[in-house]
């Protein structure tokens, strides 16, 4: 499965990222005129939906749709475009950590100020997609209907972000608005009326929000299994515990506003995301405890350094390891290390790169590791090093002395039969 051919438009592809969905996410840098260089994130449609055409429309209502927002909680989209038949976007990847990561590697709840500022800025976000107007200034109805920690990043830069609206719905969209194959939201963060294919409103992003909330304040699944029926199940015969029923620390203001976003009716609920932005706010504003900028600071220290050099191993052309069996491996597309305009190495590009801010791309976290381990991907024979050679030569002469040896038996019992 080739990556698009995206040469001729200055997108230089170096690694595939991650796959799911209907879609695939690539490392790639944008090259120009007088040395210019950026890195970023090119999503496009997976090969074996190209010719999808249900698929190749929701693309299109997410491109239409990405390309109209402009919020600093929200993944900026650069370009968009279709080469050779593929669809594109050329988009900003966030240095920084998935809030599934968080959830799964930190293995314990979070400060109660830190997750309640990461889903403020969540909120804030969301608020601008559900404000989204057309040129007449109408509300175009955009809900994200899948606000999940995979697709929200806490930046390295104290900045939460909100990823894919590839199963946003809006007002004049071309693809069903039902859910279809497989792009599905995940029911486990799914709002009552979503699972019960009722009407969805802002406030079913306001639901799902919660569910992320909650289980940042815990430090484990609200809903654990991930079918649509135990799910419901558990929405409408369960009993939703208040974090802080589990978690010291977490302000009985805090609390009241996980359960209202919580709430079963959408009525119940804050009327929209800046209402429960602004609540969250004040809990961070009047609370005691650390704040966000000192957890990224401090505690996401090692992950931000663990990033960079990922990142120089890839624009190396050094494969990486996924870091466990949940996650998948970029792959890489070249593995050419002569990436500057005048030749320079690539450990050459990525510090100009970095100290020139022009970097707006980063790995999907949860997707790499720090090992340097190498990871099975078949080297070139010409960057073969003498211990690897030694071990070639030893399983080839393994091979021949026994092909001899059943080559000898078989003209001995040969012999015998005769």
Not at 180 to 189: A, E
Not at 292 to 319: I, M, T
């Amino acid at each position: 499965m080739n990556p698009p051919e995206l040469g001729k438009e200055g997108i230089e592809i170096v690694a595939r990222l991650s796959s799911g969905g209907m879609g695939e996410v690539l490392l790639a840098r944008r090259v120009g005129a007088h040395g210019f260089e950026k890195l970023i994130a090119v999503k496009t449609i997976r090969a074996d939906l190209v010719h999808a055409e249900n698929v190749r429309r929701m693309f299109l209502d997410e491109a239409r749709l990405v390309a109209r927002l402009s919020h600093p909680c929200i993944a900026t989209v650069y370009d968009f475009g279709e080469l050779d038949g593929a669809l594109y976007l050329a988009m900003e990847y966030v240095p920084g950590i998935g809030l599934n990561r968080i959830i799964r590697k930190w293995a314990r709840p979070l400060p109660a100020l830190v997750a309640a500022k990461v889903v403020a800025q969540a909120c804030e976000g969301l608020h601008a997609a559900h404000e989204l107007r057309d040129r007449d200034g109408r509300l175009l109805g955009v809900v994200h209907r899948d606000v999940t920690p995979q697709n929200l990043i806490l930046g390295f830069d104290g900045r939460t972000r909100i990823l894919d609206f590839g199963i946003a719905l809006m007002r004049n969209r071309e693809a069903p608005a039902t859910e279809y194959g497989v792009v599905k939201g995940k029911p486990s963060y799914m709002a009552p009326e979503q699972i019960r294919h009722q009407v969805v409103d802002r406030r079913t992003d306001i639901y799902s929000i919660s569910v992320v909330l909650h289980e940042l304040l815990t430090g484990r699944r609200l809903f654990p299994d991930d079918s649509i029926l135990a799910t419901a199940k558990a929405i409408e015969r369960g009993k939703i515990d208040p974090p802080g029923r589990t978690t010291r620390d977490v302000p009985p203001a805090l609390d009241d506003i996980v359960m209202q976003g919580l709430a079963k009716e959408t009525a119940d609920r804050f009327s929209d995301a800046r209402e429960m932005a602004n609540a969250l706010n004040e809990v961070v504003r009047t609370g005691k405890g650390m704040q966000l900028e000192e957890f990224v600071d401090v505690e996401l220290k090692d992950e931000r350094e663990k990033h960079w050099a990922r990142l120089r191993s890839l624009l190396d052309g050094k494969p990486v390891r996924a870091d466990s069996s949940e996650d998948e491996a970029p792959t890489l597309i070249t593995r050419s290390t002569r990436m500057g305009p005048k030749g320079e190495d690539a450990a050459t590009v990525f510090a100009r790169i970095r100290s020139s801010n022009d970097l707006t791309i980063a790995l999907r976290d949860e997707a790499l590791t720090a090992s340097s381990t190498p990871s099975p991907t078949p080297m070139p024979a010409s960057s073969a090093t003498p211990n690897s050679r030694w071990v070639i030569t030893l399983k080839v002469g393994t091979f021949v002395l026994v092909l001899i040896g059943l080559m000898l038996l078989a003209a001995y019992f040969t012999r015998l039969i005769m």
